[in-house]
């Protein structure tokens, strides 16, 4: 067991790049008139030699007038140009055939005087087809699942649940410290991405990379009697006001719907949630399955982990301040 967890956290710090990455294609396909359409997106990129030239592709009938206009920055591309339509677009495709492994984009089309569509696109599937009647279940579906990858797969957040989670342990402290935790996060959450607050979003990585430094020492001190181990949910509210401020960054990062903006904020939060309860019940089910099998191993193999999470965020947190 002990392996296996050395292992794990191993994958999460040879990964610091994906720390806390949710940063998809974004397209924006808008019915000018009749027939023109505004078609912009942006592009994330991993290195500055990444390609800047990928477009979007069209529906078959429609044709992008003159040339696109790129508007570069180090590590994302933004483009825009016109588009000509003969026709219809419903029951046509559009997409970013270039996504590759985890990639995924969010495509938002916005004809005239019908109901917004919004969809994501990943590299098994990528590209939609238009509706010509749009279901009003998109854009929730849409940004849940996008709530639900970002705690699964932004590494900073996950780990800190999970050092939560290690340093609380019981039942009850686990729930009271995670509802104070989504309560907190809930709130900066809301209040950023609808601009009432707001805070520079590089300081805020690296305070949330200090954050789970702070929980891998406070583990690592074991039983001893702190303010943390005594009071957990406020230590986990005070953090998820911080960690709220990540996630609206990502948010902003992909970008809200026009005239749907309070579906896409509540169920991006609500599959946050989801993806946090199946992290905390993941972890609480594998410390119950190691008290089972061996009964003496469930503190030294926490000791053992909260090693492994404070390099981790340590090494996160210098890259924050220097990289």
Same mark, same amino acid.
């Given at each position: 067991m002990m392996r296996l967890l050395a292992l794990a956290l191993f994958a999460l710090w040879a990964s610091p790049a994906l720390a806390d990455e949710l940063r998809p294609v974004s397209i924006q396909f808008e019915q000018v008139d009749e027939s023109r359409w505004s078609l912009g997106w942006r592009q994330p990129l991993s290195s500055p030699a990444a390609d800047r030239t990928d477009i979007p592709q069209i529906p078959d009938s429609c044709e992008i007038l003159g040339q696109p206009s790129f508007d570069n920055a #180090?590590?994302?591309?933004?483009?825009?140009?016109?588009?000509?339509c003969s026709g219809n677009v419903a029951g046509q495709s559009?997409? $970013? #055939?270039? !996504?590759?492994g985890q990639g995924d984009a969010i495509v938002r089309i916005v004809p005239l005087g019908r109901p917004l569509q919004v969809y994501r696109v990943t590299a098994a599937d990528p590209s939609v087809i238009i509706a010509a009647k749009p279901q009003s279940a998109q854009v929730w579906r849409s940004y849940f699942v996008i709530g639900t990858e970002h705690i699964l797969m932004g590494w900073d957040h996950l780990l800190f649940v999970i050092a939560l989670v290690l340093l609380v342990r019981r039942? $009850?402290?686990?729930?009271?410290?995670?509802?104070?935790?989504?309560?907190?996060?809930? =709130?900066? %959450?809301?209040?950023?991405? !609808?601009?009432? /607050?707001? !805070? #520079?979003?590089?300081?805020?990585?690296?305070l949330i990379a200090l954050s789970i430094v702070f929980l891998a020492v406070e583990i690592a001190r074991g039983t001893r009697e702190t303010l943390t181990r005594r009071l957990p949910w406020l230590v986990a509210f005070l953090f998820g006001l911080l960690h709220g401020f990540g996630f609206a960054g990502a948010l902003v990062e992909i970008g809200l719907p026009e005239g749907e903006v309070p579906a896409a904020l509540i169920s991006f939060n609500l599959g946050v949630? /989801?993806?946090? %309860?199946?992290? =905390?019940?993941?972890?609480? /089910?594998a410390l119950a399955l190691l008290r089972r099998i061996r009964a003496g191993a469930e503190? #030294?193999? &926490?000791?053992?982990?909260?090693?492994? =999470?404070? &390099?981790?965020?340590a090494y996160w947190l210098v890259d924050r301040m220097i990289g």
């Open positions: #180090p590590l994302a591309v933004t483009g825009r140009a016109q588009v000509q559009i997409g $970013w #055939p270039m !996504l590759t039942s $009850w402290g686990v729930v009271k410290a995670a509802t104070a935790f989504t309560a907190a996060h809930s =709130i900066t %959450l809301a209040t950023t991405t !609808l601009g009432f /607050a707001g !805070l #520079p979003q590089r300081p805020v990585e690296a949630e /989801a993806g946090q %309860l199946l992290v =905390i019940a993941a972890v609480m /089910a503190t #030294p193999t &926490i000791r053992f982990a909260s090693y492994f =999470i404070g &390099i981790t965020g």
